[in-house]
């Protein structure tokens, strides 16, 4: 499926400037730059890897800063920068930019494909004349991937080829190409970047064994799964085995007030703008064992269930201990097929032992859900929206601008000790009346967990996702006035 170009924000407004290098200090700019160089045909500067460094700001954010050779004799640079994730429509950040000096500095955003072009100027008090051409160079924020051929099994081929290291690494999918996954993908304790093509993802058909399988850190990017044979319990499934070098007593957890044996992934396990059809069964599943995660996200999504059965969205079940420490999910629908009064979208193992304390210790004793601008519909109509989570005052809930259709229950993920955020959510029974808890009980600022009403969806809803279809053929625009009011759900439908 081809998907439309991501909105990237207000381009306009992206951080950029000019920062200007000097090359000596006290001396005249035009004998600082001239070197002798006079009566001059003028080439533009050489850029490679090396010119490019990532400068960290307070907030967390990023910038790229490139630094081009001086060349001598020149009378500034014209300078061009454009985003290239789709070459067809490039997005021009900066056009044709005079800089006097040798660096510039932008913003740096995740995953993306930039095109830069450093063209030198010609010098009239010197008689030299402007570069033929620019230096134009392709950089990108892409982790480096390894490329999966076409026509290969995906878990034939990583097996094969998964270094085991303690360095990122990455396999990525050629655009628009259809893959096999018939096995599963164990990448163990290796930090790894699946991936596939931002703007015209390849699609993935999971085989009856197939799926994905971590004890690591994992990112799984722009990639259309068909898991309609699936019979595996999640399409990732955290490893049956755990290393004790990530048990609670390796990583100094034990030691520092908690008080449960089990094993945690510190890295970020991250889906982003995938989308998946037909899953019958779990997201995530913990296979049973003590795992808990540090930071799990589902973001950009779509995830269409067919789960009449008893496996929770999020599964977590069947252990002693665990939990999601910082757990996102935001801009994201998900929709079921089928009714389903057996299964919760979240579900821990015990509720005592879901405390981050216990898992984390003193100095972790925190955990955020930020569950927010998100669809969801029939997840699940008939069944508590969550259970087995922790109530203690250390947990936070940003539940906030979602549409809850046909889903059940919501105060059960919402812990009456822990600090709450729900504006703008919305909720409305089909299978069961709506629970009065959901519309009566108010978060510390005053805002209901969630508003009655029918979010009058456009439709379709109840199809199942067509790979081959810009958003999979259903079509989740709300038109009920208070999902309006707030831009609630996920922001895909507003056509954001």
């Known amino acids: ?14 951080l950029m400037f000019l920062f200007v290098v000097s090359c000596a200090n006290g001396i005249d700019d035009n004998e600082r730059f001239s070197g002798g160089v006079t009566n001059a045909q003028l080439e533009s500067p050489e850029i490679n890897e090396n010119c490019f460094s990532t400068l960290l700001h307070l907030d967390g954010s990023e910038s ?21 994730d789709d070459p067809s429509n490039p997005v021009i950040l900066v056009k044709d930019s005079i800089v006097d000096g040798c660096s510039v500095i932008f913003d740096k955003l995740e995953d993306t494909k930039y095109q830069v072009s450093v063209k030198a100027l010609g010098n009239d008090n010197l008689n030299n004349k402007e570069a033929t051409s620019a230096t134009v160079y392709a950089y990108s924020t892409l982790v480096p991937a390894v490329t999966i051929p076409e026509g290969t099994d995906i878990a034939e081929y990583i097996m094969a080829n998964l270094q085991s290291s303690t360095q990122e690494q990455g396999f990525e999918l050629l655009a628009g190409k259809t893959y096999t996954l018939n096995g599963l993908v164990d990448f163990d ?17 999971v085989g009856p064994s197939g799926g994905l399988m971590t004890q690591g850190g994992l990112k799984v990017k722009f990639i259309n799964f068909d898991c309609t044979e699936m019979t595996q319990i999640g399409i990732l499934t955290l490893s049956g085995t755990p290393s004790e070098t ?25 889906f982003q703008e995938c989308n998946f059809k037909n899953l019958k069964n779990s997201f995530l599943y913990g296979n049973a064992k003590n795992w808990s995660l540090r930071d799990f996200r589902i973001t950009d999504c779509i ?3 067919d789960n009449s059965g008893s496996n929770p969205v999020i599964n977590l079940q069947g252990a002693s201990n665990g939990l999601i420490k910082e757990l996102k999910i935001k801009n994201s629908t998900f929709y079921n097929l089928s ?16 405390q981050p304390k216990k898992i984390f210790g003193n100095s972790g004793n925190s955990s955020t859900f930020d569950i927010s601008y998100n669809t969801f519909s029939k997840t699940m109509n008939g069944k508590d929206f969550a259970n087995n989570l922790a109530n203690t005052n250390t947990l936070v809930f940003n539940v ?30 089909v299978l069961k009346t709506v629970d009065s808890s959901d519309t009566t009980k108010k978060d510390a600022s005053g805002n209901y967990y969630a508003i009655l009403e029918d979010p009058q969806f456009v439709g379709p809803i109840n199809t199942a996702f067509d790979l081959s279809q810009d958003n999979g053929g259903v079509n ?4 009920g006035p208070v999902a309006l009011k707030y831009k609630s759900g996920d922001p895909r439908w507003y056509g954001e």
């Not at 001598?72 to 454009?82: V, W």
């Not at 389903?340 to 032992?353: E, K």
Request: net charge positive; proline share 3%; aromatic share 14%.
């Open 64 to 84: 790229v800063k490139i630094t081009w050779p001086v060349v001598y004799g020149a009378g500034g640079y014209l300078f061009n920068l454009s985003i290239v």
């Open 339 to 354: 009714d389903n009064s057996s299964a919760y979208f979240i579900r821990y193992s015990n509720s005592s032992n879901a």
């Open 303 to 305: 995830v269409q269930l």
């Open 400 to 429: 906030h601008h979602n549409i809850f259709y046909d889903t059940y229950r919501l105060n059960k993920l919402l812990s009456s000790q822990g600090k709450i955020y729900t504006e703008g959510n919305t909720i409305f029974g």
């Open 1 to 14: 499926m081809k998907s439309k170009f991501k909105n990237l924000g207000n381009l306009c407004c992206l």
């Open 246 to 270: 990530i048990s609670t007593t390796t990583l100094g957890y034990i030691a520092d007030g908690a008080n449960q044996s089990g094993y945690v992934i510190e890295n970020p396990v991250i």
């Open 189 to 205: 304790l290796n930090t790894v970047t699946f991936r596939g093509d931002k703007t015209n993802r390849p699609t993935v058909i």
């Open 476 to 479: 989740f625009t709300p038109a």
